[in-house]
């Protein structure tokens, strides 16, 4: 079944705001202080920096400055409370993994990352704990560690690795973390059970796509993409997180695109993307319901990106490539549960990221445009 949504009537949102003021934005948008606030990646005279703004966009955005600075605007992890940051930083001549809050408070030291790169770091659902790669010691078993302790410090646990941790992600409960190491050319998938701090391949034979693993809200399945041959196309695979010989392939609706899987809050649902065999660049969204996978169903007619659904699980929001000229990625909105009405957030012409308040109560996306690339945001649920 392909539900024709381009057939029915597209509901026009509420006018966004832009609330990212004169600065020229370079990168993606996180939600802090639990959506009162949001904060960006932006152009400075000498380097990329976040800035922070209000949702009225009636002021001047301000930079987040932090001592040590970041070493890029790519290596900060928001918690997620939006009120504290890792990031990894020189501090004595060493590279480190500090914490550091959103007031300017002097950051904490955690551990000396090294030479990891890639850099990869989580805090886990709760924020509670946090986890990253770092370069092991001399005399260590094995060159790299996965590292994941309290968001104190405290009771910090290690797993030997080959190579870098990558593509960290936590499962709901904060039982298992989910990570790929590179090796031999392929990309393995683990799952670690932090009870007993030993990591388990659950991806066969697979070359799993860094980042694209979704954790069930359960915590008993994750979802992730990936090929015995990458080169002929990805599909959209699941596995127990205690491990099985084969991870099982979703059936429909056929080859995955490159946006990893996103799972709803209730679990309901699953949306991905979809594309032709071998095809690298976004394709049609899907969305199926989690327990009946196998009559999934694309919900776009053109390519699609950036999934995400708000926190109770009633919305799913997009962006959609329209491939006329001149050339528009939208941002647009479904209900899930009602998949034919669409509700069109920005008309483009190249928006993306988009990303729910915690609350529900608000969207914020990028819009790229040449003239001025700005980050807007929309009151939700549309009126």
Known sequence: MIWPWW?????LAVQPATVSGDRVVLGPVVWVDGGQR????????S???????????????TELRWTPRPESAASVWFHPDGKRVAYAA????????????LDGEEPTAFAVVGSTTPLD????????????????GPGAEKPYEL?????????????????????IKWSRDAKWLAFCTRSLG??????????????????????????????????????????????KGLRLFTSRPSGQLVADRVERPGYVGTAPAVYSSDGQWLAWTAGPQGEPTPAPLVLGRQRALALAARVSPTNAADPAFSPDGDWLAFTSFDSTTPRRTKVLA??????????????????????FSPDGGHLAYLSMSAEKPCVKVVAWPPK
């Open 334 to 355: 479904l209900r899930p549960a009602e998949p034919a009405n669409v509700v069109v957030v920005d008309e483009g012409p190249n928006a993306a990221g988009p990303v």
């Open 47 to 61: 380097e990329p920096a976040w800035f922070i703004a209000g949702l009225a966009g009636d002021a001047e955005p």
């Open 147 to 167: 590292f994941y302790c309290e968001a104190n410090g405290a009771h910090g646990s290690h797993v030997p690795l080959d190579s870098p941790p990558i593509g």
């Open 121 to 136: 770091a989580a805090w886990s659902p709760n924020g509670a704990m946090l986890a990253f790669g770092l370069r092991a």
């Open 90 to 101: 020189r501090r004595d001549g060493k590279r480190t993994m500090l914490i550091g809050g």
């Open 186 to 231: 392929r990309t393995i998938l683990f799952v670690c059970d932090l009870e007993h701090s030993i990591a388990k391949s659950v991806s066969a034979h697979l070359t799993i796509t860094p980042g694209s693993v979704a954790w069930a809200p359960d915590s008993r399945s994750l979802a992730f993409s990936g090929a015995l041959d990458p080169t």
């Open 38 to 45: 949001v904060a960006f990646v932006g152009a400075t005279d």
């Open 7 to 11: 057939l029915a009537g597209l509901l």
